[in-house]
């Protein structure tokens, strides 16, 4: 059709557009607000979710740290009464506890000893074989295997700690007693190996060592995981790097692998010897008679987890309650500097 010529005698704008030609300039013109409109509503739309998941991001952190400071400031009121009328020191006395009576004495030496007895033999059992393990899973193992692996090591870490405790208790520890004996009759001279006050606990294999053991396949999956992952992050022009260089796959490990994973693999350790310090119900099975402050592994002992799980019962008053409390006190916060340490540890690798 022929266009009309407006009263200017500019050309008017065609009714309708030509077969096989261009379209109109109004129908363009359409076009072009219409894409130009979908756009802007996509961004709108995005900003919208942007918004969303930072505000629930943001108050999924306020929530976590307000619950654990209301959890701090829980154990701190219960705690505080009966270390108020405790006659000893709570850092120093290594008797009985007395949470009866007109005199309060309690104290928490032998336990925290333990507890960091057991965590570090755990942590010095666990560290080689988490680092073997990840090291070969990530660099030598073929992708099957590796994937077997992984898969059979992450699957420690959803046995309850229950079964831990009754399979050291009754199988590990049975197991312990020849080793055990033979470690006192030819280490004896060593302070670790020493012939235990009450042989009942070596003869059962309840001792320090079969706890740590214990502990240390349960913290396994926790370092694994963590230092897998941060391997398997190696930047690849490094490994390219070292290999184009003609070191060998062993050396791409030590200089390139090794460097870069060592910050997650210690703050992976720091997370396990966390879950470490934390540990009931498995140590409660192994250990759960008081003993001496000293490095003889094969004696017994109470953890701070152990003795309050151990006098549940008995939790009848506000100061024997708040007793046992403030142990649970201890163990939080020294839980908590351990989990605070790793973080660091994490965000000095980010910043670097």
Known sequence: MTSRADADGDPAVSETPVAGGTPSPRAAGERSLTAES????????????????SSLATGSGLLVSIVIGLIALFLLIQAVPALA?????????????????????????????????????????AMPVALGVALFVSEYAPKRLATVIAYVVDLLAAIPSIVYGLWGILVLGPA????????????????????PANVANMST??????AGIVLAIMILPVITAVTREVFAQTPRNQREAALALGATQWEVVRYAVLPFGLSGYISGAMLGLGRALGETMALL???STAGPINFNLMESGQTLATVIANNAAEFDSPIKTGAYISAGLVLFVLTFLVNAAARGVIARRVRG
């Open 38 to 53: 979908g756009p802007a509503s996509g961004s709108a739309v995005s900003r919208l979710g942007d918004r969303v998941m």
């Open 85 to 125: 009328k405790n006659t000893v020191g709570f850092f120093t006395y290594t008797g009985s506890w007395v949470v009866a009576g007109s005199e309060i004495k309690f104290g928490i030496p032998q336990q925290l000893y333990a507890t960091v007895l057991v965590s570090v033999i755990a942590l010095v059992i």
């Open 176 to 195: 312990m007693v020849g080793p055990n004996q033979w470690l006192v009759d030819h280490l004896g001279f060593l302070p670790f190996f020493r012939q």
């Open 205 to 210: 294999g309840g001792t320090l060592l079969t």
């Open 285 to 287: 099975l192994i250990i």
